[in-house]
């Protein structure tokens, strides 16, 4: 109903005022929905302003850095005179302190949720989930003090030529910070494994420990799997403890022993600095946080599709 | 029954408890070696904050909450730390909530089962694993310098706001999922309009669990270091942003949202990346009152939710 | 009338059930299995005879809080299986159990029923593969899965899944078998192949069968017993309970005019 129709009804009959309330009420109702629709179209805006501004940044950067030389240098030096734009050092950084992270969280993880899934009593289980979750909200910059002066302190005792900064004790505070995430998610997935699966196994004469290893662990395999895929993609993104413990120097090894600078932590540490906007410099931290969405948005894709097949196998 | 048929299964019988025997000792082993794993990052966390507190308890005195930060460690203080933190809460909250709980009641209450709300679903749950770190080059390129907004609390509360978002938005759909439709429907029957029974009955049943989301979210954003690090926050701030209230009128104003800041996280970690031992005892006082804070809420927010779920039912 | 001759294998003897709300769902029952022969459970929906069933193999102590008192004796050793002192294990170990709706691992075909010998400790390839045989065999399974034993027990048919973890509890030599609702699940063809599987099973062992159906009970059982509301109402040989009941209720249920 346009206007003008509206203005003809009025002068040659009048509409009755329940008519009028209502038609007045549709358009509220319609101006409210749209609200809400904006509302939520915000987190499809986010993703793509995220992705816009990364690449339109990038763009820039890669205008005089060679997508070869990103790819392959094995030197990364963006802010020095003699600049090298190598990502692999912040790679093998990235990826060495989560592999240490997950090396230890990974089967600690696992054996603190088969516990809690198929040992632990219900109250024992009423009061852990909770802590679970409140470990995981724990600010990671305070693991990051821990990793720096409590922890690298330790391993120096034991072993003394370990320098200050090492990917070490980034790593293994990481994975202590993983930890009550994994049970989490493992858990999570144990738990929906049918009742009748239990039953059956119990029946034929199994103990606890058989029935966890034997029938619950694999009916959960994808939903514990997708814990430690979407673990990882945690580890890599991780920056904190990283920029306070690993060191903020670019350097191509694996050895967890020694320091190194993590994509994250190379992104602190420019933004530390006073850089002109657009310089070179700039926008090599979007380079880098293009690889690192890359590699977390890599990692959260296949997580969600393992955990989706795991859902809908019962 | 034949006195050797007896024997045969009396002597297969003992066989089979010894077997047993053995089972239960790979259980028990199990179970305790399940409960050090469990119990792993609880006493991580434990040793982590009574580091802190042992570190740190010199400064655990009003002085601390009072001063500015110093060139001295022994007079350098929170204060405006402290003030940061809850203005850019203040920002965070009033962009978050809003637009999260909109986007939830419009996911669950408006949008068709379609490409669409699977495409914002999809969004949502991407963004619940981005890093951290991400939507501070978000926000730098967008905010800082995109929108000319500047290193401020605006830009600050507002990166921190689309990080919780998801959290938010997440929170709010559960709880709205947990109201039977009966509900809905006893609404419709006495002839209240969609957004009627939207906000007279489903939001107010939903509450007690958009809170629970919110405090949750809100504990996250207080702890996070990395976004405010990227776009630029300056570290040493011996200032205090334009109050928000005014002598005159209209009694508020809204030059403190342009201000430079600083937060707590931040604070801490500035102290943490000095070499003076000093200062080390600065972060650490820091670093435990961000974990009692962070635990408190979260602590609050699980209590609540374990309220609502024992105290509703439908 | 009962045959005396027939050994007793097994015995609930004033045996009482309480779940841990508290609510009795047994009430003192006596009654005999007798050895190699088949026992039928029958009765309205919630009378307890799921719950009578699983008490043979102590299933009810999975979940915390449940109680049990009075006995089950098993024969020839004379075990009350109830005792706290007796693992359930081991009661587990001698009684298997097939349940209302198939359940079968995410395994193969092969692991599914080797599963019960896995669990015993038993590692030779070659037992562990003509025991598996065997069950199969005695399931009447074999001929329809040999060529195929590695593949994944969830890819064949419901009446296939149920025969399938038959042969799983077969294939550790159970004193007894207990079937809770075998056929609920399954169409008429399947259910009949089951029916026909427990009359040759009951060469070797003996059988407790949890059923709604009566003429299921009529068609494969030696003894019926009617409950009602946790109570053993009647006990007997079942062509008898069907054709002569002795109380009015089991009548009534076994006519159709109530249940």
Redesign the interface.
Known sequence: MNTATMTENTTTLTISPRLAKSVR?NI??RV??L???L??????F??F??VA??F??SFGFFKTVSLVEFFTGTEWTPLFEDAHYGILPLVAGTLTTSLVALAVAVP??T??A???SE??SHKTREI?K??????V??????????A???VTPLLQKVYPVLPGFNMLSAGLVMG?MI??YI?SVAEDAMRAVPMSMREGSYAMGA????T?IRVITPAATSGIVAAYI?AI??A?????VV??AAGQQPNFTFNPTEGAATI?AY??QV??GDLP?ASIGYQS??AA?LV??AM??GF??I??VVRKKFREQY | ?TTE??AS??KN?DA??A??RR??R??ML??M???V??M???L??L??FI??VM?GYPRFNLQFFSDFPSRRAGSAGLLSAWVGSALVMLVTFLTAV???V??G???EE??PKNWFSD??EI?????A??????????A???FV??FNFGQSILTAGLTLG?LI??IV?VSTREAIRGIPVAIREAAYAVGA???QVVSDHVVKYSQGGILTGVI?GM??A?????PI????AL?FIAFLPPSPISDVAPFINFQWLDSGFTVL?IQ??NW??RPDHAF?IN??AT?AI??VV??L???TA?YLR?KIRKNIKW | MVNITT?IKAEARDLNFFYSNGNQALKSINMPLYEKKITALIGPSGCGKSTFLRCFNRMHDLYPGNKYQGQIVM???N?NILEAGV?P??VR??ISMVFQKPNPFPKTIYENVAYGLRV??EKNKRTLDDKVEEALKGAALWNEVKDRLQDLAFNLSGGQQQRLCIARALATDPEIMLFDEPTSALDPIATANIEELMSELKEKLTILVVTHNMQQAARVSDYTAYMYLGELMEYGDTNQIFTRPTRKETEDYITGKFG
């Open positions: 009420r509220k109702e409210i929905e609200i809400l629709m509302a939520a179209l915000s987190a499809v986010t993703t302003a995220i501004i990364l339109y940044e600690i993880g054996i603190a088969i516990y809690l040992f632990a852990a909770p802590i679970l979750e409140l470990l909200g724990v600010p990671t910059i305070a693991f990051g003090y821990f720096l002066l409590f202590v930890i009550p049970a103990t606890r420990f058989q966890a979407l993609s945690r890599v993104g991780e920056t904190m920029a306070v994250t992104i602190v933004a530390m906007h931290i979007f946080g690192l969405f977390t948005l959260n894709l997580g969600h | 029954m048929m007896k299964v009396l019988l089979v408890r077997m047993i089972h239960k790979n259980d199990f179970a070696v399940g409960l794993a469990l792993l990052g609880l991580t966390l040793t982590l580091d802190l570190d809003p637009v999260g909109a986007a009641l419009y996911l408006y949008a495409l914002i969004n949502v749950s991407n963004l694993g981005v890093p951290s770190i991400i939507y501070g080059l978000l730098l390129g967008l310098y995109g689309l978002l998801p938005i309009t969609k957004w949750i504990s996250r207080i702890g996070e270091t990395a690090i990227t776009i630029g570290t996280p801490m970690f943490l990346s080390h972060a650490a670093g961000i974990i962070t635990l809420m979260n602590g699980i374990y | 050994p024969h020839p050793d075990t693992d294990i081991e170990m001698r015993r400790d």
